[in-house]
């Protein structure tokens, strides 16, 4: 696989760039290399490097900027270089390889899919008594804790969602579905007039309504502690619960509601954020599920858009897919961990005091804090976010992946396989993971 790596070192005069955070699982690919010259002063101080992903619009490192040049002009004798690549290209895999080599970075941004395999490995270092670890609120911090470690400080809280196009239900005569069974009628609708209901990519077109009509049944249950752990021991497969969000997701393929001739291949080359986007805000497709950030991209590309960000349809209701936006982490094996441990402490303390100053935050992070919303526009979906159900878009106590399990399988529905085969293949993918896990 031929990739460049780009390679960004940030500096007190070029601080101003826009960096990345997740957003496994965003998928935002927009092909931009950076390219920044290091400071000859850093070559005389201790450096530290920090590697993170470079996703534009989707950039939860934003918070970043300014601070890393903030650090290094009061931190004489330490100097911190920043280094990234896009997601899209490659981000995942180079990370794990860099941790692997035994020269891994000091200070790192984990996407929530690669928790799981870092954490086996060792790669975390224990966060639990750094301050900013007290101040987040009870959604964040269990966002940040693995096993028996907090293997990260949540920058931002995020949520994936049903974006809907108001313009295009009005020109149905339609209103925003509140559960699964009013947006089938949406969707069917639609599609019986010509039109498309749904934008399509890759990643957020399949794993968001699957998951959720999947693990719902687990994330509404008062009991979900317990059910997590059945899974976890293989007690319980997790076709129980996945089949029904299998089922829903292949009801949207076979009745064409993404699309007509679509397959596996086609859907999988493509990419978050080129064309599912700016057919919803052209007012192309009625619906579009993904994350909370992407907000200002669509009113960025249509002003004029009147639309809302609402939850996920299920048949019970709606619900909210949340995630931890940029999670900050210190590997375990840095030579430097005292003073990247410093580091990390000074700029979660700073970007708390700018969220107090500027409320600049998606999701609440801190309980001791007004919050207050940042656009009308998504108020249905806090709504659900702080009465409905919280489905955690990748939970660090599962022993068993879902969020690229679950759009994998999704994939291959546009080929044919069936629900109840994707629910068979995830209990088979259930207990392998199980055993490596043991192991």
């Not at 895999?93 to 086996?120: A, C, H, M, P, T």
């Not at 101040?135 to 804790?145: D, F, R, S």
């Not at 249950?221 to 969000?245: A, F, K, R, T």
């Not at 600049?360 to 009465?387: A, C, G, H, W």
């Amino acid at each position: 696989m031929k990739r460049m790596l780009t390679v960004v070192c940030v500096v007190a005069m070029l601080c101003g760039l826009i960096l990345g955070g997740c957003e496994e699982n965003s998928d935002l690919e927009n092909g931009e290399q950076v390219v920044v010259v290091e400071s000859k002063e850093s070559q005389k101080e201790q450096v530290l490097t920090f590697f993170a992903p470079i996703d534009g619009k989707s950039s939860g490192a934003v918070a970043y900027r300014k601070l890393i040049d903030e650090y290094n002009s009061s931190h004489k004798g330490v100097h911190v270089i920043f280094e990234g690549i896009a997601t899209a290209d490659g981000f995942n895999q180079y990370l794990e390889e860099r941790l692997d080599s035994g020269k891994g970075d000091d200070i790192f941004i984990v996407n929530e899919d690669r928790v799981k395999s870092l954490y086996s490995k060792g790669y975390f270092c224990d966060l639990s008594g750094l301050a900013g670890v007290q101040m987040l609120n009870k959604a964040a911090k269990a966002q940040a804790v693995i096993g028996d470690i907090t293997y990260c400080i949540p920058v931002n809280m995020s949520a994936y969602a049903l974006f809907v196009n108001l313009d295009v239900l009005k020109k149905y005569a339609l209103q925003p579905p509140r559960d699964l069974e009013e947006f089938v009628f949406c969707c069917r609708t639609i599609k019986q007039q010509g039109g498309t209901p749904i934008s399509i990519s890759r990643w957020h077109a399949t794993a968001i309504p699957a998951i959720a009509n999947g693990f719902d049944k687990i994330y509404g249950s008062d009991s979900s502690s317990s059910l997590v752990s059945e899974i976890n021991s293989g007690e319980q497969h997790i076709s129980i619960y996945m089949l029904e969000g299998f089922e829903v997701f292949e009801q949207f393929v076979r009745e064409g509601w993404y699309g007509n001739g679509l397959t596996g291949s086609a859907v999988n080359a493509m990419k978050a954020g080129k064309n599912d986007i700016p057919d919803f805000t052209d007012g192309k497709t009625a619906f579009y599920f993904g994350p909370l950030e992407y907000m200002q991209w669509a009113e960025e590309l249509n002003p004029m858009l009147d639309y809302q960000v609402q939850g996920v349809p299920t048949a019970e209701g709606l619900v909210s897919l949340v995630t931890a936006e940029s999670r900050l982490c210190v590997n375990a094996n840095s030579k430097n961990k005292h003073e990247a441990l410093d580091f990390v402490a000074y700029l979660t303390q700073r970007i708390y005091q700018d969220s107090i100053t500027n409320g600049d935050t998606l999701l609440q992070v801190y309980d001791s804090f007004e919050y207050n919303i940042k656009n009308e526009r998504m108020r249905p979906l806090y709504e659900t976010y702080v009465n409905g159900v919280r489905i955690p878009i990748e939970d660090p106590q599962m022993k068993i992946t879902y969020w690229d399990t679950v759009q994998e399988l999704c994939i291959k529905i546009f080929d044919d396989m069936t629900a109840d085969e994707a629910a068979a293949a995830y209990d088979k993918i259930q207990m392998e993971q199980i055993k490596t896990h043991k192991n």
